[in-house]
């Protein structure tokens, strides 16, 4: 999810993973594509030009072993992002938050990522200097 210029999505490639990588930015995409050709790993990751304010684009249903989302917050799309998860699958979520930090119109408020993924295993929360992250696991 807004995978930027994929080196997450990259990384999970080359550990074994096909990988749907969705972003809105042509030259991030391009990017992330360059980078999976040089290491090997191109018809592994499948890149995805659309913007997430519509949602997730129809043709990633998953159900998906990971879902990563970093540095970028859509609190609607938080649903979907657990529905996606396959049972046993794991969720990687960080966003910047009010904790630790000044406040603003981008940032979760304290706790955020707990209340929306409170039907998920909790394996890890960090909560400070501005930043909020969250490792669950779909029971
Ligand atoms: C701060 S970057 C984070 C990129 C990557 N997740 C990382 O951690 O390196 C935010 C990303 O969100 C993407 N983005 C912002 N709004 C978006 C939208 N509406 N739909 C899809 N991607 C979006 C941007 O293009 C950018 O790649």
């Known amino acids: 999810?807004?995978?930027?210029?994929?080196?997450?999505?990259?990384?999970l490639a080359e550990h074994g993973f096909g990988v749907d990588a969705v972003d809105v930015s042509e030259?991030?995409?391009?990017?992330?594509?360059?980078?999976?050709?040089?290491?090997?790993?191109?018809?592994?990751v499948r890149w995805w030009s659309h913007d997430l304010d519509?949602?997730?684009p129809d043709?990633?249903?998953?159900?998906?072993?990971?879902?990563?989302?970093?540095r970028f917050r859509d609190p609607a799309l938080y649903p979907v992002?657990?529905?996606r998860l396959a049972p046993g699958g794991l969720l990687v979520v960080t966003v910047l938050s009010v904790v630790g930090d000044e406040g603003g119109p981008f940032r979760a408020d304290a706790g955020e990522l707990?209340?929306?993924f409170d039907g998920l295993t909790r394996l890890d929360h960090t909560e400070r200097d501005g930043e909020a992250s969250l490792l669950a696991r779909r029971p």
């Open 1 to 11: 999810m807004a995978c930027g210029r994929g080196t997450v999505a990259v990384w």
């Open 27 to 44: 030259p991030a995409l391009a990017a992330g594509a360059a980078l999976a050709a040089d290491r090997g790993v191109g018809e592994q």
């Open 54 to 56: 519509e949602g997730l």
């Open 59 to 70: 043709g990633c249903a998953g159900p998906y072993d990971v879902v990563v989302c970093q």
């Open 81 to 83: 992002l657990a529905q």
């Open 114 to 116: 707990l209340a929306a």
